[in-house]
Protein backbone atom coordinates (compact mmCIF):
# COMPACT_ATOMS: atom_id res chain seq x y z
CA UNK A 1 0.00 0.00 0.00
CA UNK A 2 1.17 3.72 -0.89
CA UNK A 3 1.65 5.61 2.26
CA UNK A 4 1.89 9.62 2.17
CA UNK A 5 3.22 10.98 5.85
CA UNK A 6 2.81 14.44 6.93
CA UNK A 7 5.16 15.82 9.55
CA UNK A 8 2.59 16.55 11.85
CA UNK A 9 -1.47 16.68 12.23
CA UNK A 10 -1.78 19.65 14.03
CA UNK A 11 0.11 23.07 14.43
CA UNK A 12 0.10 26.30 15.58
CA UNK A 13 2.41 29.14 14.68
CA UNK A 14 2.41 32.83 15.16
CA UNK A 15 2.47 35.35 12.54
CA UNK A 16 5.31 36.33 10.82
CA UNK A 17 6.77 32.78 11.66
CA UNK A 18 8.73 30.41 8.71
CA UNK A 19 6.64 27.36 8.68
CA UNK A 20 7.90 24.16 7.07
CA UNK A 21 5.66 21.14 6.12
CA UNK A 22 7.03 18.05 5.48
CA UNK A 23 5.36 15.38 3.18
CA UNK A 24 7.35 11.77 2.47
CA UNK A 25 5.80 9.10 0.07
CA UNK A 26 6.79 5.75 0.48
CA UNK A 27 6.29 4.26 -3.25
CA UNK A 28 8.72 6.29 -6.07
CA UNK A 29 6.19 8.53 -6.71
CA UNK A 30 7.22 11.04 -9.66
CA UNK A 31 4.51 13.49 -9.05
CA UNK A 32 3.93 15.18 -5.37
CA UNK A 33 1.26 17.76 -4.62
CA UNK A 34 0.44 20.00 -1.95
CA UNK A 35 -2.65 21.88 -1.67
CA UNK A 36 -5.09 23.62 1.04
CA UNK A 37 -8.48 22.64 1.76
CA UNK A 38 -10.92 25.21 3.16
CA UNK A 39 -14.73 24.53 3.83
CA UNK A 40 -16.86 25.09 0.92
CA UNK A 41 -13.79 25.65 -1.55
CA UNK A 42 -13.02 22.29 -1.81
CA UNK A 43 -9.33 21.20 -2.64
CA UNK A 44 -7.09 24.41 -4.23
CA UNK A 45 -3.59 23.39 -5.70
CA UNK A 46 -0.50 25.59 -3.89
CA UNK A 47 2.53 23.83 -5.66
CA UNK A 48 2.96 20.66 -7.60
CA UNK A 49 6.20 18.54 -8.17
CA UNK A 50 6.54 16.02 -11.13
CA UNK A 51 10.21 15.22 -10.75
CA UNK A 52 13.27 15.76 -8.35
CA UNK A 53 14.12 19.69 -7.80
CA UNK A 54 11.44 20.67 -10.70
CA UNK A 55 8.31 22.40 -9.20
CA UNK A 56 4.90 23.97 -10.64
CA UNK A 57 2.65 26.68 -9.19
CA UNK A 58 -0.58 25.59 -8.65
CA UNK A 59 -3.62 27.91 -8.33
CA UNK A 60 -2.85 29.33 -5.31
CA UNK A 61 1.26 29.65 -4.78
CA UNK A 62 1.07 33.36 -3.06
CA UNK A 63 2.88 33.86 -0.09
CA UNK A 64 3.98 29.37 -0.22
CA UNK A 65 7.16 27.72 -1.55
CA UNK A 66 8.37 24.21 -2.23
CA UNK A 67 11.24 21.85 -2.16
CA UNK A 68 11.91 18.78 -3.46
CA UNK A 69 15.70 17.48 -3.21
CA UNK A 70 14.58 13.78 -2.84
CA UNK A 71 12.02 12.00 -4.48
CA UNK A 72 10.46 10.61 -1.41
CA UNK A 73 10.18 13.82 0.42
CA UNK A 74 8.20 17.32 -0.30
CA UNK A 75 8.11 20.10 1.70
CA UNK A 76 5.83 23.32 1.12
CA UNK A 77 7.44 26.35 3.15
CA UNK A 78 5.35 29.66 4.27
CA UNK A 79 7.78 32.02 4.73
CA UNK A 80 5.82 34.78 7.02
CA UNK A 81 2.85 32.69 8.34
CA UNK A 82 0.21 35.06 7.91
CA UNK A 83 -3.25 34.55 9.73
CA UNK A 84 -5.35 33.89 6.31
CA UNK A 85 -2.92 30.58 5.66
CA UNK A 86 -4.34 29.08 8.80
CA UNK A 87 -6.01 25.69 7.02
CA UNK A 88 -5.64 22.10 6.17
CA UNK A 89 -3.07 21.18 4.31
CA UNK A 90 -3.16 17.45 2.54
CA UNK A 91 -0.11 16.40 0.30
CA UNK A 92 -0.69 13.67 -2.30
CA UNK A 93 1.26 11.92 -4.76
CA UNK A 94 0.78 10.14 -7.76
CA UNK A 95 2.57 7.77 -10.33
CA UNK A 96 3.65 9.37 -13.76
CA UNK A 97 1.29 7.92 -15.85
CA UNK A 98 1.69 6.95 -19.49
CA UNK A 99 -0.61 9.17 -21.01
CA UNK A 100 -3.65 9.27 -18.28
CA UNK A 101 -3.96 11.03 -15.33
CA UNK A 102 -3.22 8.95 -12.78
CA UNK A 103 -4.45 8.13 -9.13
CA UNK A 104 -3.43 10.42 -6.04
CA UNK A 105 -2.67 9.38 -2.63
CA UNK A 106 -3.13 11.61 0.27
CA UNK A 107 -1.63 11.83 3.65
CA UNK A 108 -3.80 12.59 6.94
CA UNK A 109 -3.43 16.14 6.46
CA UNK A 110 -1.91 18.96 8.76
CA UNK A 111 -4.16 21.55 10.26
CA UNK A 112 -2.59 24.43 11.13
CA UNK A 113 -3.54 27.62 12.76
CA UNK A 114 -1.44 30.50 12.41
CA UNK A 115 -2.74 33.12 15.31
CA UNK B 1 -9.47 25.50 -19.67
CA UNK B 2 -9.63 22.70 -16.79
CA UNK B 3 -12.92 22.84 -14.38
CA UNK B 4 -15.06 21.28 -12.48
CA UNK B 5 -18.21 22.30 -10.88
CA UNK B 6 -20.10 20.13 -8.79
CA UNK B 7 -23.87 20.89 -8.47
CA UNK B 8 -24.76 20.59 -5.36
CA UNK B 9 -22.61 21.38 -2.08
CA UNK B 10 -25.42 19.67 -0.06
CA UNK B 11 -27.25 16.33 -0.42
CA UNK B 12 -29.62 14.54 1.90
CA UNK B 13 -31.46 11.57 1.17
CA UNK B 14 -32.98 8.78 3.55
CA UNK B 15 -31.53 5.52 4.32
CA UNK B 16 -32.17 2.98 1.62
CA UNK B 17 -32.97 5.38 -1.02
CA UNK B 18 -30.66 6.12 -4.17
CA UNK B 19 -27.68 8.96 -4.17
CA UNK B 20 -27.37 11.16 -6.79
CA UNK B 21 -24.40 13.27 -6.56
CA UNK B 22 -23.84 15.76 -10.10
CA UNK B 23 -20.34 16.79 -11.88
CA UNK B 24 -19.97 18.65 -14.82
CA UNK B 25 -16.18 19.49 -15.87
CA UNK B 26 -14.32 21.23 -18.46
CA UNK B 27 -10.95 20.20 -20.09
CA UNK B 28 -9.39 20.33 -23.77
CA UNK B 29 -7.86 17.24 -23.82
CA UNK B 30 -8.77 13.66 -22.69
CA UNK B 31 -9.51 13.76 -19.26
CA UNK B 32 -9.30 11.43 -16.63
CA UNK B 33 -12.14 11.79 -13.77
CA UNK B 34 -12.22 10.54 -10.16
CA UNK B 35 -14.69 10.81 -7.03
CA UNK B 36 -13.08 10.54 -4.00
CA UNK B 37 -14.72 10.12 -0.31
CA UNK B 38 -13.75 12.09 2.72
CA UNK B 39 -15.02 11.29 5.93
CA UNK B 40 -15.04 13.59 9.16
CA UNK B 41 -11.79 13.64 10.28
CA UNK B 42 -10.24 11.46 7.79
CA UNK B 43 -8.11 10.91 4.75
CA UNK B 44 -9.26 11.36 0.82
CA UNK B 45 -10.08 7.85 -0.15
CA UNK B 46 -10.28 7.11 -4.22
CA UNK B 47 -13.80 5.72 -4.90
CA UNK B 48 -13.58 5.06 -8.60
CA UNK B 49 -11.84 6.79 -11.15
CA UNK B 50 -12.64 6.83 -14.90
CA UNK B 51 -9.46 6.51 -17.36
CA UNK B 52 -10.79 6.20 -21.20
CA UNK B 53 -12.22 2.49 -20.95
CA UNK B 54 -15.71 1.62 -19.87
CA UNK B 55 -17.94 4.80 -19.97
CA UNK B 56 -20.07 3.11 -16.52
CA UNK B 57 -17.49 2.64 -13.90
CA UNK B 58 -18.06 0.89 -10.94
CA UNK B 59 -16.37 1.88 -7.32
CA UNK B 60 -16.27 1.05 -3.80
CA UNK B 61 -18.73 0.28 -1.68
CA UNK B 62 -21.65 -0.18 -4.13
CA UNK B 63 -20.79 3.59 -5.94
CA UNK B 64 -20.69 4.08 -9.64
CA UNK B 65 -20.48 7.10 -11.63
CA UNK B 66 -21.13 7.12 -15.84
CA UNK B 67 -18.65 9.08 -18.13
CA UNK B 68 -21.09 11.03 -20.75
CA UNK B 69 -18.63 12.91 -23.45
CA UNK B 70 -21.31 14.89 -25.05
CA UNK B 71 -22.68 16.40 -21.43
CA UNK B 72 -19.32 16.59 -19.98
CA UNK B 73 -20.84 14.91 -16.85
CA UNK B 74 -19.63 12.49 -14.02
CA UNK B 75 -22.59 11.97 -11.84
CA UNK B 76 -22.00 9.43 -9.12
CA UNK B 77 -24.60 7.17 -7.77
CA UNK B 78 -25.36 4.52 -6.25
CA UNK B 79 -28.64 2.48 -5.74
CA UNK B 80 -29.04 2.29 -1.75
CA UNK B 81 -27.75 4.19 0.69
CA UNK B 82 -26.11 3.69 3.96
CA UNK B 83 -25.40 5.68 7.10
CA UNK B 84 -21.50 5.14 6.62
CA UNK B 85 -21.99 6.80 3.18
CA UNK B 86 -22.20 10.44 5.15
CA UNK B 87 -19.48 12.66 4.02
CA UNK B 88 -17.87 14.44 1.45
CA UNK B 89 -16.97 13.71 -2.08
CA UNK B 90 -15.42 15.16 -4.24
CA UNK B 91 -15.11 15.05 -8.17
CA UNK B 92 -11.56 15.10 -9.94
CA UNK B 93 -10.62 16.35 -13.50
CA UNK B 94 -7.16 15.19 -14.73
CA UNK B 95 -5.02 15.45 -17.73
CA UNK B 96 -1.97 14.96 -19.12
CA UNK B 97 0.14 18.27 -20.15
CA UNK B 98 3.20 18.54 -22.45
CA UNK B 99 6.23 18.33 -20.33
CA UNK B 100 4.75 15.09 -18.69
CA UNK B 101 2.99 16.91 -16.07
CA UNK B 102 -0.20 16.14 -14.53
CA UNK B 103 -2.82 19.06 -13.97
CA UNK B 104 -5.29 18.45 -11.44
CA UNK B 105 -8.68 20.01 -10.71
CA UNK B 106 -10.69 19.38 -7.55
CA UNK B 107 -14.84 20.33 -7.17
CA UNK B 108 -15.71 22.67 -4.27
CA UNK B 109 -17.28 19.24 -2.52
CA UNK B 110 -20.32 17.56 -1.68
CA UNK B 111 -21.56 16.51 1.68
CA UNK B 112 -24.15 13.55 2.06
CA UNK B 113 -26.36 13.53 4.82
CA UNK B 114 -27.81 10.32 5.81
CA UNK B 115 -31.20 10.47 7.63
CA UNK B 116 -32.00 6.99 9.02
Known amino acids: DVKVTQSSRYLVKRTGEKVFLECVQD?????MFWYRQDPGLGLRLIYF???????EKGDIPEGYSVSREKKERFSLILESASTNQTSMYLC??????????????FGPGTRLTVL | AQSVTQLDSHVSVSEGTPVLLRCNYS??????LFWYVQHPNKGLQLLLK??????LVKGINGFEAEFKKSETSFHLTKPSAHMSDAAEYFC??????????????FGTGTKLQVIP
Open chain 1, 27 to 31: MDHEN
Open chain 2, 27 to 32: SSYSPS
Open chain 2, 92 to 105: VVSDLRSGGYQKVT
Open chain 1, 92 to 105: ASSLRPSGIGGEQF
Open chain 2, 50 to 55: YTSAAT
Open chain 1, 49 to 55: SYDVKMK
